[in-house]
């Protein structure tokens, strides 16, 4: 009755906002993820404590190779619920770094708002944030938007490459190259069996856009088709002529050199 003790490979997230989460550094989902229905579980022992009806205090330690503290992590997450609004107060050790987040879920007017944020030192220093708003424009049709801010990348794509070197890159779930992005998002339920929905992640500083059409349609009570397809916009690869040798590669922007791609699947349920 004190709560759930979990030891072994689980798939451990945070975070209050909707597409990036400042807080989730443990193998979050890359936003070009085709399948984000399983999430890859981390060795871990984890401890969740109920509190009152809406509340919970979540701790644990995840081992890293061979456990050695320089490789493992320690976490402790407090989710409470005060006035309708959900807050989350997160604080965690990993590769030497310290991490401080919080995050807040509640309603403003007719919208739906969030924000979240995460500070990060130690070798590395920087700050992530999310804020966001959602609206139902009928019983059908729904969208939201949000704005994340990433610290750790650059707002020169010459610098984009070698970033990836860094901490937090590495060992801090940040997968995105530059500093600020803007993510709109709508969903359209057409029927009861089908559903569409369009995502747009635009790199600000950049200019790159990463664009994402879905459809889902249920054949059966068990069977669900899915079609996408992706685009991506923005400058290509810089090589030098005399000496393209890696080092002399450089990305002319994040989502330029991406191929768009199409892709069907087939969900059995069972």
């Known amino acids: 009755e004190s709560g759930d003790l979990t030891i072994g490979r689980q798939a451990i997230t945070f975070g209050s906002a909707r597409v990036i989460n400042p807080t989730d550094v443990f193998i979050p989902f890359d936003v070009r993820t085709l399948n984000t229905e399983y999430r890859t579980g ?18 644990g330690v995840v081992l890293g190779p061979d456990g050695k503290p ?19 107060f997160t604080a965690m050790r990993f590769s030497d770094q310290n991490l401080i987040g919080a995050g807040v879920q509640s309603g403003l007017g007719d919208f739906g708002f969030w924000f979240e944020s995460a500070y990060v030192s130690g070798d ?39 970033n ?31 559903g569409l929905s369009f995502q747009t992640l635009a790199n600000l500083d950049d200019s790159s856009v990463f ?3 879905n459809a889902d349609y249920s054949l059966s009570d ?40 199409l892709y069907i699947s087939l969900r059995y349920y069972f």
Request: hydrophobic share 35%; no cysteine; net charge negative.
């Open 222 to 261: 068990n069977v669900y088709l899915g079609i996408g397809y992706q685009h991506f916009s923005g400058d290509d690869f810089n090589v030098s002529a005399l000496n393209p040798a890696p080092e002399q590669i450089q990305l002319g922007s994040e989502y330029g050199s991406n191929p768009d791609s």
């Open 164 to 194: 990836l070197n860094e901490i937090a890159y590495r060992a801090g779930g940040v997968f995105l190259l530059g500093k600020n992005y803007l993510i709109p998002v709508i969903s359209w339920q057409v029927s009861p069996l089908l």
């Open 211 to 213: 664009l994402s059409a």
């Open 124 to 162: 590395e220093d920087y700050v992530r944030s999310s804020i966001g708003v959602d609206y139902g424009f009928n019983e059908d049709v729904f969208g939201m938007i949000e704005y994340h801010y990433n610290g750790a990348g650059s707002d020169d794509a010459d610098n984009y490459l070698a």
């Open 42 to 59: 981390i060795d871990a022992i984890r401890f969740q404590k109920p509190i009152g009806q809406l509340g919970e205090l979540d701790m």
């Open 70 to 88: 320089e490789n493992s992590s320690a976490f402790l997450q407090l989710l409470a619920n005060a006035d309708g609004r959900d807050y989350q």
